[in-house]
């Protein structure tokens, strides 16, 4: 059983359009981070939230921590050919990272 | 600077054979994690160190998986014998303290394929 479900599973768009992905869970986290992975190359992180409601922008990309801290989304605005990879949301549970829960991950194509 | 180094990048073995994975994670590093990828479970952790010493290795899956960290600038995952099971990515990563603001640096992956 996943703790954090991710959606859709597979997203296809064209460059300039909007999108959002969603990572859920029943359980409560204290800390959730959100990945980019693209073929061939290891998870980067792209950014950590820790505090319920908390929204982050980077560039076109915006991350919500939902109030409760058991939902997170990630929107970008008008995506590029670049953006394309796979998205993976990971939450911590207490203060360390050690147990580290990810999600399965998005797949977005972004077509030219 | 170097990131955090794997091999092999690619391995094709038949099962029953043992199987080592390399990891050399970044220096000054003081945690070292074990994940695994595969398409129906997404990133597993298997087996993280602090300090060269393991800490949690209740994802090792089974006995037939075992990890050393002899130092602080190498690790090993061993699978011994592989099966066809095993078959997926492995990723080592580092990390320079505990802490909910830390960024884990993923190493490129080892994949396995055990026929």
Known sequence: TQLLEQSPQFLSIQEGENLTVYCNSSSVFSSLQWYRQEPGEGPVLLVTVVTGGEVKKLKRLTFQFGDARKDSSLHITAAQTGDTGLYLCAGGRGSTLGRLYFGRGTQLTVWP | DAGVIQSPRHEVTEMGQEVTLRC???????????????????????????????????GMPEDRFSAKMPNASFSTLKIQPSEPRDSAVYF????????????????????LTVV
């Open chain 2, 24 to 58: 050399k994670p970044i220096s000054g590093h003081d945690y070292l994690f074990w994940y695994r990828q595969t398409m129906m479970r997404g990133l597993e952790l298997l087996i993280y160190f602090n300090n060269n010493v393991p800490i949690d290795d209740s």
């Open chain 2, 92 to 111: 080592c990563a580092s990390s320079p303290n505990f802490g909910q603001y830390n960024t884990i640096y993923f190493g490129e992956g080892s994949w």
